[in-house]
């Protein structure tokens, strides 16, 4: 069984943590996306189910980009060269440096607004410096900008997955399904 990559395609390792990030990052932003409708409503019920994700899958999202940056990508296939193989390289790289910046900004943004991270009602993570309402409002403007580079990578991910698989039907997307059998 293949666990790492091969020069040409995914082993099991990247493979399972591109599916578990994307898993996560699309309910993180999901639920994300509801905070401003809970805390109109004088709720911070969606807030904490946000953030205790977040941080339950901290370390698994930090091993995912570095694991990718580390491995980096598998050589273009001869049907994928060109400019939208490199396109779809650098679309991975913008949504794991926007993910990075995610994974910063939101516990920081947390404790500038003078607030503990709560995770799972288990447990709280102090701040380490007092309330700092400029800072807060510069960490959320990019968290925001965080989430719309995501956001948008991710729509030119899935319109790349849907050209491989419905055009040029060359075996692309089998490659996050199976792992590479050779180099």
């Known amino acids: 069984m293949r666990v790492r990559d091969t020069r040409t395609g995914y082993g099991w390792i990247s493979i399972a943590l591109h599916?578990?990030?994307?898993?996560l990052i699309l309910s993180i932003w999901f639920i994300g996306s509801s905070i401003q409708a809970d805390t109109a409503a004088g709720s911070d019920a969606t807030l904490r189910l946000h953030t205790s994700l977040a941080i339950s899958a901290y370390v698994l999202l930090w091993i995912r980009i570095?694991?990718?940056?580390?491995?980096?990508h598998p050589k273009?296939?001869?049907s994928q060269a060109g400019v939208f193989y490199e396109i779809g390289k650098y679309t991975h790289y913008a949504i794991l440096v926007a993910i990075a910046l995610m994974l910063i900004s939101g516990p920081l943004m947390v404790w500038s607004r003078g607030s503990a991270i709560?995770?799972?009602?288990?447990f709280t993570i102090?701040?380490?410096?007092?309330?700092?309402m400029g800072l807060y409002t510069f960490l959320h403007s990019l968290h925001i900008w965080g989430s719309r580079v995501i956001i948008v990578g991710t729509l030119l991910h899935l319109g790349?997955?849907?050209?491989?698989?419905?055009?040029?039907?060359?075996?692309?997307f089998s490659k996050m399904l199976v792992a590479a059998q050779k180099d």
């Open 19 to 23: 599916w578990l990030t994307a898993i």
């Open 66 to 72: 570095w694991w990718r940056f580390q491995q980096r």
């Open 76 to 78: 273009a296939m001869p």
């Open 118 to 122: 709560y995770v799972w009602d288990w």
């Open 126 to 132: 102090p701040g380490p410096f007092g309330e700092n």
């Open 160 to 172: 790349g997955v849907y050209k491989h698989a419905a055009f040029n039907q060359d075996g692309t």
